[in-house]
């Protein structure tokens, strides 16, 4: 199918990529670490057919699945689309059908879905493996099951019909001591629902818990957190409401005047044991980790002062103003012992802003930990212009390790033309201290129009790549990606 005949005639690096890829024994630059066997699994968006509308987020692309498999020193890299309905259905009439963002009544008329609003997903989140299969995540819909070997598109999959949901959060939590993965869907049975739904499913894939829950006002709630004994979910500024919608307005917008709340709920809870915490206004899209210390919850996460993106207009027709968009890391403390429902913020690194797709060593996930890892912009850093084009300062150009004990960081250093997607951590070995291990995310290579995987070690980051894996090509822009080892996932 040669989908990119329609696809818009952009240009620069960020104009569509119009194809799915296959390359065999990438170049690469440096020696792959041993004993590095698994495969780094992104997504993405890309427009397979232009928007309905200049000013829709792109969050309403077509998702596009890439792997670059990692096997005894060599790699091969894998790219297709998912294949959604929506995409199905846009392939077969030659153009867009979909208007705004998560707005079926903005739709052409064959493909509304007013009742079944998750068949206008396009699922192009996150991934996550567990229980031996291989998912790709939008948080407007249930998971998809992807062939982890071909990529191929294997459907939505409900967990033998005991989710009952008609969403799933992008971003589920993995439990490193039961193997459990922690799940939720917010707008859980239907469109601008104020229901929250909490799921817990077995190491086998098994749905074990389901409480239904109501939040506060209707609002994103895209990453959450969990701790041994209880599950942070943050809601914000972003609201929505079946009058918008039947407007024809994108599905979001941000309204000042809503107070940022967390709602905290023990893991063994139910609906009635839920406490809401109520702060400024804030914006709260990605986090780190959380940890409860006897009655104290206390959460770490890139947060914004205000509205984070542009596509998402202020209810108040204010003016986005990227100065003011900009994710400082805090450390949030909520005393369940308190009687009122306020919390404590600290900024952990004041002057630095960073970008808020965070990781940390999820073998640390809900647990008391050291590092945390995400990109920002060094402006100090040298910046070759004349090659990668008038960018000028706002380059992605490093990896930070950020102690968030002694609150130092260090650095790794992308290169004068380059930009950095999503850092990933991957422990040296399953047994190694935390920070032992390697960093891994792709890079645009805006000079030679390319897209690389580096691979840095978490603990010279200095030293810079350990190896590069030079693709041919610039790939689509990634969201978020995760590495799996072959002991998780069978990639063939």
């Not at 542009?310 to 204010?318: C, Q, V």
């Not at 999503?422 to 190694?432: G, H, L, S």
Request: aromatic share 14%; with cysteine.
């Amino acid at each position: 199918m040669n989908i990119g005949n329609h696809a818009p005639t952009g240009r620069g690096f960020f104009a569509p990529q119009r194809f799915e890829a296959e390359v065999h024994d990438c170049e690469v630059v440096g020696t792959i670490p041993e004993g590095l066997n698994g495969a780094f699994v992104r997504v993405g968006g890309d427009w397979a057919y232009p928007p309905r509308h200049a000013d829709d987020s792109i969050f309403n692309q077509d998702g596009y699945i890439s792997r670059f498999r990692f096997r005894n020193g060599r790699v091969d890299y894998k790219g297709r689309w998912v294949r959604t309905p929506r995409f199905v259905n846009n392939d077969e009439a030659g153009r867009q059908l979909y208007g705004y963002y998560r707005n079926p009544y903005d739709c052409d008329p064959a493909v509304r879905n007013v009742d079944q609003p998750w068949l206008n997903t396009v699922i192009n989140t996150a991934v996550e493996a567990h229980a031996g299969m291989l998912f790709a995540l939008k948080e407007d819909s249930r998971p998809y099951r992807m062939d982890p070997v071909t990529l191929e598109t294997l459907g939505p999959w409900d967990f033998g019909g005991k989710y009952s949901s008609q969403t799933f959060t992008a971003h589920p939590k993995i439990d490193p001591e039961t193997g459990e993965l922690l799940t939720f869907g917010f707008e859980a049975t239907g469109l601008a629902t104020d229901d929250l739904f909490f799921y817990v499913i077995d190491k086998a894939g098994q749905v074990t818990r389901e409480v239904k829950l109501k939040v506060p006002y209707v609002s994103m709630v895209h990453d959450w957190a969990i701790t041994r004994k209880h599950v942070i979910f943050p809601v914000f500024g972003y609201t929505t409401s079946l009058d918008r919608l039947k407007a024809g307005k994108i599905h979001w917008a941000w309204d000042r005047k809503a107070p940022t709340m967390f709602g905290i709920l023990p893991r063994d809870g139910d609906a009635k044991d839920i406490r809401w915490f109520k702060g400024p206004e804030r914006g709260i899209v990605h986090t780190f980790n959380a940890r409860t210390e006897g009655d104290k919850v206390i959460l770490e996460a890139p947060i914004f002062d205000t509205n984070p993106f542009p596509f998402f207009p202020y209810a108040d027709g204010s003016k986005w103003d990227p100065n003011k968009s900009q994710a400082l890391i805090r450390r949030l403390t909520f005393d369940l012992n308190s009687r009122d429902d306020g919390y404590s913020e600290e900024i952990l690194y004041p002057g630095l802003p960073v970008v808020d797709l965070g990781r940390i060593d999820e073998r640390f996930m809900g647990r008391d930990m050291r590092y945390a890892y995400t990109s920002y912009s060094d402006r100090t850093r040298p910046f070759d212009a004349e090659r990668a084009g008038s960018f000028g300062g706002r380059l992605t150009n490093c990896y930070g390790i950020f102690d968030l004990k002694d609150r130092t960081m260090r650095s790794y250093f992308a290169g004068p033309t380059h930009s950095l997607a999503e850092v990933t951590f991957v422990p040296r070995r399953p047994d190694a201290e935390e920070g032992d291990g390697w960093l891994i995310g792709t890079a645009n290579n805006y000079a030679d129009m390319c897209t690389e995987l580096v691979i840095a070690d978490a603990l010279r980051p200095e030293d810079g790549d350990v190896a590069r894996v030079i693709l041919p090509f610039r790939s689509n822009v990634q969201v978020h990606g995760r590495w799996y080892s072959d002991s998780v996932l069978d990639f063939g």
